[in-house]
């Protein structure tokens, strides 16, 4: 079992609608939980964090937690094109004494007109 | 703050020769990392750096690549001899106190070996 996963995608979306991100990890004390976009040939860039369980909402992104599921998910409400791109879970593990991020594969959005 | 500087942008260089990449964290970052990201095998972990001391090089491929960090605003990956398999983006990023407020990246370099 992969340590974060997501489902690859393409997630595909018209316009104006909602996109549902998923991402699930394996370390139950996992504190940290990351969102990222990252546009073709671009660095990753970090959109949204959530450290408790619930919602955390940021314009039109909403992060959601579920730590006794280890789940957590990212909306994207009022989907324009301008947000297709590759969205990257991330999630806080620790190993050796050091808390690093673990990142999925990541699942690639498609929002079309 | 400019963020997490890379250079050079773009390296094409032909096999065998050696490629340097380097990196200016985000100044007061106390941790550095070096990734990789390829389409086949994604975003990969390197080697990472706390208060420039190298704490996790399990993820450097082969004795081939080797990195450094001399002080708290530098740090260097090596690759000698570059192969063409080693084409790829390199990201360095870097944070405060680990992972707990996520990390910041660079702009990469895409290293191209012909």
């Known amino acids: 079992q992969k340590e974060v996963e997501q489902n690859s995608g393409p997630l595909s979306v018209p316009e104006g609608a909602i996109a549902s991100l998923n991402c699930t990890y394996s370390?139950?004390?996992?504190?940290?939980f990351f969102w990222y976009r990252q546009y073709s040939g671009k660095s990753p860039e970090l959109i949204m964090s959530i450290y408790s369980n619930g919602d955390k909402e940021d314009g039109r992104f909403t992060a959601q937690l579920n730590k006794a599921s280890q789940y957590v998910s990212l909306l994207i409400r009022d989907s324009q094109p301008s947000d297709s791109a590759t969205y990257l879970c991330a999630v806080s593990m620790f190993s050796g004494g050091y808390n690093k991020l673990i990142f999925g594969a990541g699942t690639r959005l498609a929002v079309h007109p | 703050d400019a963020g997490v500087i890379q250079s050079p942008r773009h390296e094409v260089t032909e096999m065998g020769q050696e490629v340097t990449l380097r990196c200016k964290p985000i100044s007061g970052h106390d941790y550095l990392f070096w990734y990789r990201q390829t389409m086949m095998r994604g975003l990969e972990l390197l080697i990472y750096f706390n208060n420039n001391v190298p704490i996790d090089d399990s993820g450097m491929p082969e004795d081939r690549f080797s990195a450094k960090m001399p002080n708290a605003s530098f740090s260097t990956l090596k690759i000698q001899p570059s192969e063409p398999r080693d084409s790829a983006v390199y990201f360095c990023a870097s944070s405060w106190t680990g992972a707990n407020y996520g990390y910041t990246f660079g702009s990469g370099t895409r290293l191209t070996v012909v």
């Open positions: 370390d139950r004390v996992s504190q940290s």
